[in-house]
């Protein structure tokens, strides 16, 4: 318990420190042999019917509601194959399909192609997972997606980069909260920025303004003090949440230039040459 508190504390330092709109969501892998909490909601006992995975992401971050999903739960079959609950006898059904049914890419090649890189876990690696609003997780998180606005998404990817070091992430428009939010950021153990996908814009609400940046275990810490650290040196800080009113071209607050001491001294550097 005292574990678990760790982190809903974590959690809502994240919510206060961004402002957050929705709580960040927490995500558990829970293995084959490990036990679920008893408070997680089954999404089919919630909605009387499987859902996209995605959906029951809106209700935790909003509502607060905590799951447990499995292969029986979610509706969107792509992403049972893609968290290894199910597996096609024919894997070549699962392109068909996309180009029959939904023409996503141009034709059945673009299909594969555009998915070569996807993130999946292997068959039986786990039996479901996890997610709980993190400030009131009920398990311990193997990583948290947080829904934000550009400007929050830009602060979230200078802590993360403020020890050194960049990130790197995938697009191809599909899936992307459950195979970049959750499935590479497992993968990998990396922050990842996410730009959801048509159907988590679609069918859970994700709102047009919103992004995701989702973040590791091991990084949670790490993120959270780094927050607001990036541009301290500039004499008049513009950043913060919100942001101060942009305006056109330099100009001064309380007399001192609105800009990084490294532009004027490397101006002075290209004169030299």
């Known amino acids: ?18 402002k957050l709109s929705t709580y960040p969501v927490a995500v558990r892998l829970i293995k084959p042999n490990e036990n679920v909490p008893e408070s997680a909601f089954s999404p089919f006992d919630a909605f009387n019917s499987e859902v996209p995975a995605c ?9 607060g509601l905590s799951f447990y999903l499995t292969k029986d739960d979610i509706a969107c079959k792509p992403i049972v194959i ?30 594969k192609s555009s998915r070569e890189s996807d993130a999946r876990f292997e068959l039986g690696e786990f039996k479901g997972f996890v997610i709980s609003p993190l400030n009131e997780t009920i398990s311990i998180p193997h990583l948290m997606m947080i829904y934000c606005s550009p400007l929050i998404l830009s602060h979230l990817i200078l802590a993360a980069t403020f ?16 195979k970049e939010g959750i499935i590479r950021t497992y993968k990998t153990n990396q922050c990842q920025v996410v730009s959801p996908g048509m159907g988590d814009r679609v069918m859970a609400g994700v709102q047009d303004h919103e992004m995701i940046f989702s973040i590791p275990e091991c990084e949670f810490e790490t ?16 950043f913060g949440i919100p942001h101060i009113v942009p305006t056109l071209g330099l100009k001064k607050l309380f007399g001192l230039p609105v800009e990084p001491d490294v532009w004027p001294t490397l101006r002075r550097k290209l004169k030299r040459k």
């Open 82 to 111: 893609y968290f290894g609950l199910d597996e096609l006898s024919n894997p070549e059904d699962l392109y068909k399909a996309w180009t029959r049914k939904a023409m996503y890419k141009r034709d059945m090649a673009a299909e």
């Open 163 to 178: 020890n050194g070091g960049n990130i790197t992430s995938n697009f191809n428009g599909m899936e992307a909260s459950c």
């Open 55 to 63: 959906l029951t992401y809106t209700w935790c971050r909003r509502a």
């Open 223 to 238: 993120v959270l003090e780094n927050l607001f650290k990036a541009g301290t040196k500039i004499p008049v800080t513009p």
């Open 1 to 18: 318990m005292d574990e678990l508190k760790k982190y809903q504390e974590i959690g809502k330092a994240f919510v206060e420190k961004l």
